[in-house]
């Protein structure tokens, strides 16, 4: 076979590879790369620019690499010179130095620029006033409590859509983390200690959320369903639970507060005051109550 036949044939077979992967990812689930969040936009469009500056280093490199593989082989009877002394070559030595050293001061730029602008602290922009929601991470369950509707929650995280939500987040259980791909980034929750993260979804729907830092042997069914939808309905649902669902008493948060595993989404009205910092407080030292932030 002569070598224009092979290097087409390679052509095709990268190529047929190319096209596979692409109907693949664009037939198959994958949240991150389907944000339908605000902030989970923001992170995906970061992960795109960074890949793409990337490769323009990478790219090349498997280029070479080919190509140096193909010249070079041992079946290459061409009388083509075998220059392999190329050390002291300054111009190819600045090549290598130069365009990765530029690459790095432009990723450098925008991963500081981002991490200011995705601060998790930082509140949305938005002419609705945010939904404050507190979160305490479980073994292994998510316990959502609304304090202004006075409901709460397990495993099922309801909000209206175009409206920031403002989570308060800590564990009564080993330090986890709490994301939901398609919404926003992951964000450590962990005992006697606050963090918040603010989000806004764009499109009503169902996204999974999930904790995504092994906490035990009930890690894997540490998952709970986000459903997002209208203003009218997330007000429906609100006075549904708090007309029907039973009191989330501190006995009955004992009870729930138990280690257990694939528990089905429950809910609760008027979970008791202080719930939240009073879960806080019992991890922290005597007389630092002022901590909480």
Not at 23 to 42: E, F, M
């Amino acid at each position: 076979m002569s070598s224009k036949k092979k290097v087409l044939g390679l052509g095709l077979a990268v190529l047929v590879v190319l096209i596979i992967s692409g109907s693949y990812l664009s037939s198959v689930n994958i949240p991150l790369l389907q944000p339908r969040g605000i902030v989970a936009d923001k992170e995906f469009r970061l992960l795109l620019s960074v890949t793409g500056i990337m490769c323009i280093v990478v790219i090349p490199v498997f280029i070479l690499l080919g190509y140096i593989v193909w010249k070079y082989r041992d079946t290459n009877n061409s009388k083509k010179k075998y220059l392999p002394d190329w050390d002291s070559n300054r111009y190819i030595e600045g090549l290598w130095w130069i365009i990765p050293s530029i690459i790095i001061f432009i990723l450098s730029i925008i991963t500081w620029n981002a991490t200011y602008a995705l601060n998790p602290f930082n509140p949305l922009a938005s002419t609705e006033k945010a939904l404050n929601i507190q979160v305490i991470a479980l073994d292994w369950k998510w316990l959502f409590i609304y304090p202004s509707e006075k409901v709460a929650s397990i495993n099922k995280l309801v909000i209206p859509v175009n409206r920031p939500v403002h989570f308060y987040l800590t564990s009564d259980a080993p330090m986890n983390s709490f994301w939901i791909p398609q919404l926003s980034g992951q964000i450590y929750s962990m005992p006697g200690m606050q963090t918040q993260l603010y989000i806004m979804a764009n499109r009503e729907g169902h996204y999974r959320g999930w904790s995504a830092n092994i906490s035990g042997i009930g890690f894997a069914s540490m998952t709970f369903d986000t459903a997002v939808t209208s203003d009218i309905n997330f007000n429906h649902w609100a006075h549904q639970v708090d007309k029907t669902a039973p009191k989330l008493t501190n006995a009955a948060y004992s009870v729930l507060s138990r280690p257990s595993s694939y528990v089905a989404p429950k809910y609760y009205s008027h979970p008791q005051p202080n719930l939240f910092n009073d879960t806080i407080s019992k991890y922290m030292v005597p007389g630092k109550q002022g901590m909480v932030m």
